[in-house]
Structures are given as C-alpha cells and as structure tokens.
C-alpha cells in the first residue's frame, strides 16, 4: 500500500473541531473509488468491537427513495418509544446528517468525539490491508459505533451503493427493504435491471424479513431467487400491502394504506408525490415486519406520517416566487419529480436549474424534465465530478432546443437568474405570477443551493447577499 492518510487530523492530533475531523475524513478514499470488498469494514468493524451486532437493523437498497423511506421508518420506530439510529447517504448540507440518533443528526461535538474514539483503529486496518479505508467505510464504522454507544435500540441503516460489497452490509438486517430497482451506477452495478438487482440482493440475509417495492420483471425475479436461496420471509407491494388511495392536500397529501394486517385510512403525509406515498406503504410493512406483523396502532401510525420531513425532496425552501428542490439525479427519480409537479404545483413558468455529476444518464433526466420546464438554466456544482455548465448547456439544447437553454456557471447566478425569470413570467409569453424554481440534478446541487437560500430576505437580496 502507497497511499498513507491521516488517523486524527491534518495536524497528527486529535480532531478538535468539525471541520478538522471532516478534513481528515475527506482526505480517505472517496466515495466514487470502489474495490469491491468487505475485507476492509469487516477488520475495522471488527476492532471496534463489532458494534453493529448489538441492536436489531433495519437495511435498505433500492435505487429511488431510500433516503425518504429511511426517515419515514425512523418516524414509525420512534413513535413506539423505540431509540433509533439512522444511515443515510449522501447529505444534503452537512456531514454530520449521515449519523442520526432519535430522529436528529449528531451534533458537533459528538461527530468529533466519535471520530477520535475510532481513528486510531484505521491505521491499523490501512496498514493490514491492501487498499486504505475509504471515506465512506469510516464514516459506516463511525456510524455503527455511534448507535452503539447511544445506545440505540434498532438502526436504520441506507446502503450507500448496490448492497452486496456495500460497507453498510457488515450488518445483518432483520428487515431488507428493496426500492424500486432501475438503471443507475451501471458502471460499478452492471448494465442491466437483472445486474444491478442482483448486486442489491446481497443486504437479504437469512431468515430475514424482506420487504419489496414494486419492481420491474426482471428484478423481482432475482429477489426472489435470493431470498428463497436464504430462507427470507417476502412481503410485496400491490399483493401484501400497497397504497389504497391518495389525495393532493395543501402541504402534501391524504394516503390510505393497506398495511400487513391493517388498513390505516386518511393519514397526511407532509411530503408530495405518488413516489412518497409508496414510500410510506413500504415503510409502513418494514416497520410492521420488524414488529412481527402485527397491526400498528391507528393514532401511532397517523403521527409519525405528520411529522416527517425529506430535506431536499421536493421542499419548498422560499415562496414569491415559490423556489422547490429535489435531488432527482436519474431517469426514474427525475420522471417521478416531474409528475409531482404536476400534480402538486401549477407553476407557470417552471424554470428549472439544473447541476448533474458527469456519469450519470444526463439526457435520460433532461427528457424526464422537459415536458415540465419552461426554461433551463444549464449550471454545475462546486465538485470535481460536477459536468461543466456549458457541456450540460449542449446537452440540454439538443433536447430543450436553442431558445430554452441558458448556461450559467456559477450556482449562486443561476439561482438568482431563475428567480428573476419567474418573477418576470411574461418574457416566456406565461402569465405573471405563479412562477416557480426547481433546483434538481443532484444531492450536491441541491444541498448547495439550500445553502445559499437560507436565511436570505427574498424580497429584499439577491442569492449572493446584495441589496435587489
């Protein structure tokens, strides 16, 4: 091995603050650097003791949704009195999120303490194995080793990518819930439904309860294959358990679910989409199984529903004009979000801001898009990985056409240029008023973007902070 990082901080001691331990956690492999192995979570876990065996789990994969479903489940579990632990990936704004205890990210101080207690052990897996730890197998250890020593009665816990060689699969869920499975990460998954499914069907452990989504042909075969092959229990959505019906209400809408063994009617789920209410019905069985199957209570399950939140899934994050952010950074998510919109919203004009990575199916989620957007404004990220505006620009013209692309490099112009165009909807031949922003591509994007928004007086700066 060549590579040499940093146990503590830069500094060779300790972490004495967030951004010292964030450093030395981004100075790791990063996440997009893959060697396909357990070997390397399993030594680290190994040496803290393995601390993800002392409470139940709850493991998730699929390729949508994972993000919203793991909250909605947290909601569930804590509702019961249960004390939750939850991983998720990637955060929106701040890495701290990626580690929840009680429904809440670890606050500072607890990030730091975490990462010291566990740093010194990272040396010693570096220098046995091949290949480092990677930023994303510290941050699972770090993660683990939290929920340990709150200590957490169960663990919501997101693969980060695929499932099999995931770090986060060290840990034996008594529920594997699979999202729906389509195209995305071909180049480290496979290129096919079938593939990627299969990689996905590795978090299915024996005797474990699995909870599936609706899936395409092609990937519920695989799952079932799997869980046959290790003895699992499976609960399918549209046969076991499913959405009953749905209503657009102010602030998100109405859901009646049937559950395993219960139907729970006329419950508000603060969050927009038909995408979310299947959500809810998977989460709804994964809590259910994790209880055995046995019925929720009524007024339990209807105040976990109301107080869930998914930052940047389609949030409403200022209004006059209305400014919405959403993550979808695939065909699938994308073509979800746009019929949200629809449903939900009557923004005329939409105009869209857009930063994607440069490995993602870019033209599958500018063609999700396009029936929805008004005008495009073309834009990236502050990462590496982010596309340049102007190849995006190319990109979307091919699609959009000349007239209703414009390529701004910087995010922080993009957002204001969008919010000025929907403010001024006539320069499209729309009506003024009810102009609306949506902020979409990628997590990156719209966490950067949600900081730039916040706390920013729209009617009197612009997304820079200068006076209007």
Do not use: C
């Not at 876990?45 to 998730?60: A, C, K, N, W």
């Not at 180049?187 to 452990?205: F, N, P, R, S």
């Not at 038909?274 to 019905?281: D, G």
């Amino acid at each position: 091995m060549t590579e040499n990082f940093p146990a503590f901080s830069a500094q060779g001691r300790p972490a004495l603050t967030f951004a010292e331990a964030e450093d030395a956690l981004l100075s790791r492999w990063p996440e997009t650097r893959l060697e396909p192995s357990l070997d390397r979570i399993a030594a680290f876990t190994e040496l803290l003791g393995d601390p993800q065996r002392s409470y139940r789990v709850i493991h998730l994969t699929g390729t949508n949704g994972k993000t919203s479903t793991s909250r909605m489940i947290d909601s569930l579990l804590r509702a019961q009195d249960l004390r939750t632990g939850r991983f998720t990936s990637p955060h929106v704004e701040k890495m701290s999120e990626r580690i929840s205890i009680d429904g809440e990210p670890v606050d500072d101080e607890t990030f730091v303490r975490v990462f010291n207690e566990v740093a010194p052990y990272t040396l010693l897996v570096d220098a046995d194995q091949p290949h480092p730890l990677s930023f994303f197998e510290t941050v699972v250890g770090m993660a683990f080793a939290a929920f340990a020593d709150a200590p957490v009665d169960v663990a919501v816990i997101e693969v980060g990518m695929g499932g099999s060689w995931d770090a986060t699969n060290v840990a034996d869920g008594d529920v594997a819930v699979v999202l729906p499975i389509g195209l995305d990460h071909a180049q480290y998954l496979g290129d096919t439904v079938g593939a990627i499914a299969g990689e996905k069907a590795g978090i299915i452990k024996p005797g474990a309860r699995l909870v599936m989504a609706q899936q395409p042909e092609e990937a519920a075969a695989v799952l079932l294959a799997r869980a046959a092959e290790v003895g699992a229990t499976v609960v399918r959505e549209g046969v076991e358990f499913g959405v009953v019906g749905r209503t657009p209400a102010v602030g998100g809408q109405s859901i009646s679910l049937q559950g395993l063994n219960a139907r729970y009617d006329d419950l508000f789920l603060p969050l927009y989409g038909a995408h979310q209410a299947q959500n809810a019905a998977v989460a709804l069985a994964a809590v259910e199984a994790f209880g055995g199957g046995d019925p929720l209570d009524d007024d339990l399950v209807r105040e976990a529903f109301a107080r869930v939140d998914s930052p940047g899934r389609l949030e409403v994050v200022r209004r006059s004009p209305a400014v919405v952010l959403d993550a979808a950074h695939n065909p699938a998510g994308a073509a979800a979000t746009a019929a949200s919109l629809t449903e939900s919203f009557a923004f005329s004009p939409l105009i869209g801001v857009m930063g994607v990575m440069g490995d993602k199916d870019v033209e599958g989620v500018l063609a999700a898009f396009e029936p929805e957007m008004t005008h495009l404004i073309a834009t990236r990220n502050s990462t590496p990985r982010s596309l340049p505006a102007e190849q995006l620009g190319v990109l979307a013209r091919e699609i959009f056409g000349e007239d209703r692309v414009t390529v701004v490099d910087s995010l922080a112009d993009a957002l204001d240029l969008a919010v000025t165009l929907a403010e001024e909807g006539q320069s499209f031949g729309e009506s003024i008023g009810g102009g609306g922003v949506l902020v979409t591509g990628s997590v990156i994007t719209v966490g950067e973007a949600r900081e730039m928004l916040k706390g920013r007086d729209p009617l009197r700066t612009d997304l820079k902070g200068n006076d209007r």
